[in-house]
């Protein structure tokens, strides 16, 4: 009895790790963006471009890790687009974002039928090529922490790597102290000599990579191809999880550890022939973000000079 309840719960932290960590990477690129006074609502668009370059590049090129680093790369550049329209042109930034998705999950679709004959999904990525699962065999068979770290995929272990690195950048160094003040108080970092439209431009670019590994954390681990309903929403969740954590990395950690440990509980309720519509136990995780937002999101603070476009006053 004591083994299947030590089983069943090693069984649903395992799930919480795996789905929680596309959310990790995706919201962390939130934080770096909106923290620089970048709204970005595009996370979606650039998760799916992202994960759509995972599958793809990992399907011709048979790397996982250039797969993963390519689909950053290809992330990067539609926030590169993002910051060229809100930063240089100073668009609004949620139409800009609202576009950007659009535009993510048109282009993945238009490349998916061009390269793959006329498909809406890319092939399957053979087992061998997919990301690599470094803990596998690891533990004895049947153990409580084999069952939970067994399967994980390196991304799980790198995400966690990047909460760490990304909190160390923002609060010890003095580069995350510029990133903090321009979002903050671009006008008085800007008399201290810091470049805005920089560091402004610099955040937005990383917040499209971190979508982009989000992406391939899914196409490239989860899973092992693209298709139109990959994502499905997980952006918005990643963006949920950032206000929730109150734009700090430590904080959006564990609110993507609390949708993935949603999915996680109804992916386990799932098994059971319980006299409800499995529609109803899918919906789940999704209510428990809306009832954690609900109770929480008041109480957060955006930076000060976030979604306010920033024009560098003319010296005489």
């Known amino acids: 009895m004591i083994d299947t309840i030590l089983s069943n719960i090693a069984l649903i932290i395992g799930t919480t790790l795996m789905y929680s960590t596309p959310l990790i990477y995706t919201s962390l690129g939130g934080v770096l963006s909106e923290n ?12 799916i471009i992202g ?3 995972g599958a793809a590049i990992g399907y011709f090129v048979g790397d996982p890790w250039i797969a993963f680093i390519g689909a950053g790369i290809v992330g990067g550049l539609f926030g590169l687009l993002h910051a060229f329209a809100c930063v240089t042109f100073g668009a609004n930034q949620v139409v800009s974002g609202i576009a950007i998705n659009f535009l993510g999950a048109g282009i993945a679709l238009f490349l998916s ?6 498909a809406t999904m890319t092939k399957s990525i053979a087992l061998d090529n997919k990301m690599p699962r470094p803990l596998n065999g690891v533990f004895h068979d049947g153990s409580f922490l084999n ?11 790198l995400a966690f790597i990047m909460v760490f690195l990304i909190w160390f950048f923002m609060y010890k160094t003095k580069y ?10 671009p006008t008085a970092a800007d008399t201290l000599g810091i470049n805005v439209i920089k560091i402004r431009y610099l955040a937005v670019i990383m917040s499209g990579v971190f979508s982009g590994f989000g992406g391939a954390a899914m196409s490239l681990a989860i899973v092992s191809n693209f298709r139109p309903t990959l994502v499905s929403g997980h952006g918005f969740i990643a963006l949920a999880a950032m206000i ?22 109804a ?4 098994q059971f022939d319980f006299e409800i519509s499995s529609q109803l136990i899918s919906m789940l995780p999704y209510v428990i973000t809306i009832v954690v937002l609900i109770g929480f999101v008041g109480k957060s ?10 024009e560098r006053e003319q010296k005489n």
């Open 36 to 47: 620089s006074g970048v709204i970005n609502i595009g996370l979606e668009g650039m998760m």
């Open 176 to 185: 995350g102290l510029r990133l903090r003040s321009v979002g903050e108080h």
């Open 51 to 53: 994960a759509f370059a």
């Open 244 to 265: 929730f954590g109150k734009w700090k990395p430590q904080g959006a950690l564990l609110a993507c550890l609390l949708f993935g440990g949603a999915q996680g509980l």
């Open 301 to 310: 603070a955006a930076p000060s000079a976030d979604g306010i476009p920033y």
């Open 267 to 270: 992916v386990f309720l799932g």
């Open 113 to 118: 039928r061009m390269l793959f004959e006329g």
């Open 147 to 157: 069952i939970i770290f067994n399967n994980q995929y390196a991304t799980v272990y």
